[in-house]
């Protein structure tokens, strides 16, 4: 079955300062290649070019605008990506309620609930709570 990973991964792929973090996004998103394992949520992508291209603390962006382009466009190409619908947008509404999520949580939930997903992979949200038929699993978790 295929889970829906969360930005916060693929932004990971591209941040060294956390050489763990790095390994594990980088091995879970090319298993997740290989084993057409993996969706994203149109809102990850809006998200990681956000992420990587802004400055983080001062110091440059982890990519240029050029190359956040180029990776976006191959995530596109190399997953599927599940794009925003009435319903998902009235699962998240629900979800901000039942679960007292954030509304950008409450999305990647919907994104998953409403596209039949059992597992999200995200670090943002209780490792191992079962959020309607979704668990999740923080893939950085010792």
Same mark, same amino acid.
């Given at each position: 079955?295929?889970?829906?990973?969360?930005?916060?991964?693929?932004?990971?792929?591209?941040?060294?300062?956390?050489? %763990?973090?790095?390994?594990?996004?980088?091995?879970?998103?090319?298993?997740?290649?290989?084993?057409?394992?993996?969706?994203?949520?149109?809102?990850?992508?809006?998200?990681?070019?956000?992420?990587?291209?802004?400055?983080?603390?001062?110091?440059?962006?982890?990519?240029?605008?050029?190359?956040?382009?180029?990776?976006?466009?191959?995530?596109?190409?190399?997953?599927?990506?599940?794009?925003?619908?009435?319903?998902?947008? %009235?699962?998240?509404?629900?979800?901000?309620?039942?679960?007292?999520?954030?509304?950008?949580?409450?999305?990647?939930?919907?994104?998953?609930?409403?596209?039949?997903?059992?597992?999200?992979?995200?670090?943002?949200?209780? %490792?191992?709570?079962?959020?309607?038929?979704?668990?999740?699993?923080?893939?950085?978790?010792?």
């Amino acid at each position: 079955m295929a889970a829906l990973v969360d930005t916060s991964v693929l932004v990971y792929r591209y941040d060294g300062r956390d050489r %763990h973090k790095q390994r594990v996004a980088t091995e879970l998103l090319r298993q997740g290649i290989a084993r057409d394992s993996i969706r994203i949520a149109y809102q990850s992508l809006v998200e990681f070019y956000s992420a990587v291209t802004r400055p983080i603390r001062g110091a440059r962006p982890l990519l240029d605008p050029a190359t956040a382009t180029r990776e976006v466009e191959e995530l596109l190409v190399q997953f599927d990506i599940i794009f925003p619908t009435e319903e998902v947008i %009235h699962a998240a509404l629900r979800a901000t309620a039942a679960y007292q999520l954030s509304w950008f949580d409450a999305q990647m939930w919907a994104y998953a609930e409403t596209s039949g997903l059992t597992e999200i992979l995200s670090e943002d949200f209780q %490792h191992g709570r079962l959020y309607g038929r979704v668990r999740v699993v923080d893939p950085f978790r010792e």
